[in-house]
């Protein structure tokens, strides 16, 4: 199976198969993580021909994807004289993808690089399109660039090792993308209709067609944070600790979801089978909101927030999405103490 992206600047494939042989004429990084590595490394090892090779370990966790994991993959590109020729390649799940795209748009202001998820919420997000970042303090993913890889090799093989919260919360980001804009998907996912195989590659051509129309999120494609302007909210109130990102996306698609229906919008019949579909595939559908205010300022941390203005992705019924701004202040907050 084979899916093409299409953006003003480079055009690449992303190959849903097991791994090819990789050859490559220049200095080639691997960046992963221990898990990764320790599972996977040899399989990987087998398939990639280079000159020179070198493995770049960064620790496993959201915690860590920052400027000190940054900059020691720099330091050892540098020590072994890496060059403008030189290929990465990311080897993990959205973590490593996003450290490694954005460690690559930044060497020597810029060299190629491969993806090669691991995990299913990587396969079908974040490996594709281009975005790349970093957490700080104040949030998550605020610093990046927009920078595309070479090529996507999307093996199911990496998933048989894959725990089950891992799994579940790749199938978040599959439904979000039904949802949005693929009605039929969405029945063919509640109902059971699909091999993985099959469901990988609809939320990737979805995914295509939104990066080849709006690389740099300027319009539709800011359609694919339904879900995550909630999302990342929970996500920085909990450390990054207790959810994973595609827990806390379906926990962000429900209340997004009831401010859909606090808009007159998506009704109840609808609201319900998105929530059953999220649980059927294990995911968790509840968050405690302690201070709903607090929450409400959390939104203003967001990089998609502009001119102090929040912006939500919603349904407008399964399908069909709505982006909505200027929303009352006093609708959001009857929202969060729906959850509190």
Same mark, same amino acid.
């Given at each position: ?44 090892? $087998? ?93 998550? $993913? ?114 997004? $979801? ?83």
């Amino acid at each position: 199976m084979k899916v093409t992206v299409n953006t003003p600047n480079k055009t690449y494939d992303i190959l849903i198969r097991t791994l090819p042989e990789i050859k490559i004429d220049s200095k080639v990084a691997i960046i992963t993580n221990p898990k990764v590595s320790g599972l996977h490394i040899n399989y990987l090892l $087998n398939k990639l021909k280079a000159p020179e090779l070198q493995i770049i370990t960064l620790p496993d966790g959201e915690e860590y994807k920052n400027f000190q994991s940054v900059e020691y993959a720099l330091d050892r590109l540098f020590d072994a004289k890496f060059d403008r020729n030189s290929t990465l390649i990311a080897f993990g799940g959205g973590v490593i993808g996003d450290m490694t795209g954005f460690i690559a748009s930044i060497f020597l202001r810029g060299v190629k690089f491969i993806q090669i998820p691991t995990t299913l919420l990587s396969m079908v997000d974040s490996s594709v399109g281009g975005k790349t970042g970093i957490n700080n303090k104040y949030g998550k $993913n605020l610093i990046g660039t927009f920078y595309q890889p070479e090529v996507v090799y999307i093996d199911t093989h990496f998933l048989k090792t894959l725990e089950k919260r891992e799994f579940a919360a790749g199938m978040a980001e599959i439904i979000k993308m039904a949802v949005m804009f693929d009605k039929k998907f969405f029945e063919d996912i509640k109902n059971g209709n699909l091999t993985l195989e099959e469901m990988i590659k609809r939320a990737v051509e979805l995914k295509a067609e939104v990066v080849s129309q709006d690389e740099k999120e300027k319009g539709i494609r800011s359609v694919l944070n339904y879900g995550h302007t909630f999302g990342h909210v929970i996500e920085n109130l909990t450390n990054y600790k207790k959810y994973l990102h595609g827990e806390a996306v379906a926990i962000g698609m429900v209340m997004a $979801n009831e401010l859909s229906r606090e808009l007159g919008f998506l009704n109840e019949q609808e609201a319900k089978e998105i929530k059953e579909t999220l649980k059927k595939y294990n995911l968790p559908t509840e968050f405690k909101v302690k201070n709903p205010k607090e929450f409400y300022e959390h939104f203003f941390l967001d990089k998609k927030t502009l001119d102090n203005n929040i912006k939500f992705i919603i349904p407008e019924k399964i399908g069909q999405y709505k982006i909505v701004k200027n929303i009352d202040k006093e609708k959001v907050l009857n929202v969060l103490r729906k959850f509190s």
